[in-house]
């Protein structure tokens, strides 16, 4: 069975490979693209099926590991695994369903890949927040508690930049956004790890109430 450890390391992985492909995807788009006005999403659908999109599936994976690892910690729900279930599936979604072309009209597609980047953007810091409150992981709960924090403000900062702001600086508002919670996702894979292959939670050790000790040892 695979261990905690060894879900980190892919889910670690799979972030490194996302930022690698976010990295490249915005470097062979047209120069007519301004990233600090358009979003990840309009770079995206300039290149359907490019390397954006591969990253973004790469992140929905690295969430998506991190779930039966959390469940293996205490062999209990530990509160965070449904809003990284939702984060992973608005992903995959929002890959899979372009947004419209820069300058055009959304279309009901461009409305279904928007709502599942909502949920993947508010889903992420409510999973943090969650994890630190049950200690799920110990000695990452002051960070998961302030990139939590910082990613609630950044996803204010791009409402109002989408609304009253007139999308001024919405595309700096949103790299920062991804970069804080793909920071969070890193943090609980890097605790996964250093747990290492032999570290048991509280239900996995002797005498705690969720074993029940053999009749006669």
């Given at each position: 069975?695979?261990?905690?450890?060894?879900?980190?390391?892919?889910?670690?992985?799979?972030?490194?490979?996302?930022?690698?492909?976010?990295?490249?995807?915005?470097?062979?788009?047209?120069?007519?693209?301004?990233?600090?006005?358009?979003?990840?999403?309009?770079?995206?659908?300039?290149d359907r099926g490019?390397?954006?999109?591969?990253?973004?599936?790469?992140?929905?994976?690295?969430?998506?590991?991190?779930?039966?690892?959390?469940?293996?910690?205490?062999?209990?729900?530990?509160?965070?695994?449904?809003?990284?279930?939702?984060?992973?599936?608005?992903?995959?979604?929002?890959?899979?369903?372009?947004?419209?072309?820069?300058?055009?009209?959304?279309?009901?597609?461009?409305?279904?890949?928007?709502?599942?980047?909502?949920?993947?953007?508010?889903?992420?810091?409510?999973?943090?927040?969650?994890?630190?409150?049950?200690?799920?992981?110990?000695?990452?709960?002051?960070?998961?508690?302030?990139?939590?924090?910082?990613?609630?403000?950044?996803?204010?900062?791009?409402?109002?930049?989408?609304?009253?702001?007139?999308?001024?600086?919405?595309?700096?508002?949103?790299?920062?956004?991804?970069?804080?919670?793909?920071?969070?996702?890193?943090?609980?894979?890097?605790?996964?790890?250093?747990?290492?292959?032999?570290?048991?939670?509280?239900a996995d050790r002797?005498?705690?109430?969720?074993?029940?000790?053999?009749?006669?040892?």
């Amino acid at each position: 069975m695979p261990t905690t450890r060894n879900h980190g390391l892919v889910a670690l992985g799979a972030i490194a490979l996302a930022a690698l492909l976010t990295v490249i995807g915005h470097l062979e788009v047209n120069d007519g693209l301004n990233p600090w006005s358009l979003t990840v999403s309009d770079f995206a659908v300039s290149d359907r099926g490019g390397v954006i999109d591969v990253a973004m599936v790469a992140l929905a994976v690295a969430a998506a590991v991190l779930i039966p690892a959390l469940r293996r910690v205490r062999r209990s729900r530990t509160g965070g695994e449904l809003p990284l279930a939702a984060a992973a599936g608005g992903l995959l979604l929002a890959a899979v369903v372009p947004t419209n072309e820069p300058g055009l009209p959304m279309d009901t597609a461009a409305y279904l890949h928007r709502y599942a980047s909502v949920v993947t953007f508010v889903a992420l810091p409510v999973g943090g927040w969650l994890l630190a409150r049950r200690d799920a992981l110990p000695g990452t709960a002051p960070w998961l508690r302030a990139l939590a924090l910082v990613s609630l403000a950044l996803a204010g900062a791009m409402i109002w930049s989408a609304y009253p702001g007139d999308r001024l600086l919405i595309g700096l508002a949103e790299r920062l956004l991804i970069l804080v919670e793909v920071g969070l996702l890193a943090v609980v894979a890097t605790a996964l790890v250093r747990r290492g292959p032999g570290s048991a939670g509280p239900a996995d050790r002797p005498g705690h109430p969720g074993l029940t000790p053999a009749r006669g040892a």
